[in-house]
Nanobody, 113 residues
Framework: QVQLVTSGGGSVQAGGSLRLSCAAS??????LRWSRQAPGRLREAVAT???????SYSDSVRGRFTIFKDNTREVFYLQMNSLKPADSGIYYC?????????WGQGTQVTVSS
């Protein structure tokens, strides 16, 4: 059974860093994704690890964020550097590319200018 538990959000000043964690048990064969949702906006994909292990990023975070996973601990991460106020929002981890999809609970990220 898939379970996703998110942690690591918080508040930081612009230019700072945060690392989000998602404990993702039972997700073998799934794509793993970090998405975010800002107030009044649609949820958007931020970073994805595909089933072949390749990583992809949205244009807005490429070069600043890194998605990676620790297979031995079934945890995947989002390392966020050079944070901007526009990066603020609720961040969700997800297991996708297979049915059903699973989403973790959100974690708030707030970046102040």
């Amino acid at each position: 059974q898939v379970q996703l538990v998110t942690s690591g959000g918080g508040s930081v000043q612009a230019g700072g860093s945060l690392r989000l964690s998602c404990a993702a048990s039972g997700t073998s064969g799934y794509c793993l994704r970090w998405s975010r949702q800002a107030p009044g906006r649609l949820r958007e994909a931020v970073a994805t690890i595909d089933t072949d292990g390749s990583a992809s990023y949205s244009d807005s975070v490429r070069g600043r964020f890194t998605i990676f996973k620790d297979n031995t601990r079934e945890v995947f991460y989002l390392q966020m550097n050079s944070l901007k106020p526009a990066d603020s929002g609720i961040y969700y981890c997800a297991a996708l590319c297979r049915a059903p999809n699973y989403w973790g609970q959100g974690t708030q990220v707030t970046v102040s200018s």
